[in-house]
């Protein structure tokens, strides 16, 4: 299982980038976002990579960070989304905007991206409601940095990134949320209040719900 590539890159298609790794050339299937925030032929890159496998096609695609290939892994699971229209959704809303969009119940959110239609919009948000919470809880997580022009065939693990701090066991709930807001970007005070208000109108919500709940209250009115 190929899960990195550092190298230097050949050139760019408009799907796709060229990698050289010390005279072989890999292929790597990108988003829109993420092959413009790419560098130009002849500078070093790396990107983390899945491998599609199937009887006439091997296909790697690639991501800046392990938190974005995570979500390509979840949204491929969904009947209907294969690794275009997975990376057409990463592409207009990027990790963080699926992680709001999903954990909010925002199909239209979904629908946004090309090629995406209502019914499948609607059965990604059902389907991955319930693992959005653990995929943000990972935060941004470490990003794919070039290095020795090597292939590293272990995938890097997520535990490079600093751990988030443990929260009192009688509300672990409260703390991944918090958590989670934190990793999206929110400050500490504003994430921490619309939790408390979440906690304190339903008590026994899980974490999932209590982030459902924070992101309405901290969604901008009008």
Not at 170 to 181: K, R
Request: aromatic content about 4%.
């Amino acid at each position: 299982m190929i899960g990195r590539i550092a190298g230097r890159i050949e050139y760019k298609g408009e799907d796709h980038v060229l990698i050289d790794v010390r005279g072989v050339g890999y292929v790597v299937y990108c988003s829109d976002r993420v092959l413009a925030a790419l560098p130009g032929p002849g500078e070093a890159a790396a990107l983390y990579t899945d491998l599609l496998v199937r009887e006439d096609l091997l296909q790697l695609f690639g991501f800046p960070t392990l938190v974005e290939k995570e979500w390509h892994r979840l949204l491929m699971s969904v009947q209907g989304v294969g690794a275009k229209a997975s990376l057409a959704i990463l592409g207009t809303l990027g990790p963080d905007g699926v992680s709001r969009a999903i954990a909010l119940g925002d199909a239209t959110a979904i629908k946004a991206a090309r090629g995406i239609g209502p019914k499948t919009a609607q059965r990604v948000v059902n389907e991955l409601k319930d693992k959005a919470p653990a995929v943000m809880a990972m935060g941004a997580g470490p990003v794919a940095s070039p290095g020795p022009e090597v292939i590293d065939d272990a995938q890097p693990t997520p535990a490079a990134s600093p751990a988030p701090a443990r929260a009192p066991r009688a509300a672990p709930a409260q703390a991944e949320a918090l958590s989670a807001l934190g990793n999206l970007g929110y400050a500490p005070g504003e994430a921490a209040a619309a939790v408390a208000q979440a906690a304190g109108e339903t008590p026994d919500a899980g974490t999932a719900d209590l982030i459902r709940a924070a992101l309405k209250l901290l969604a901008p009115k009008g």
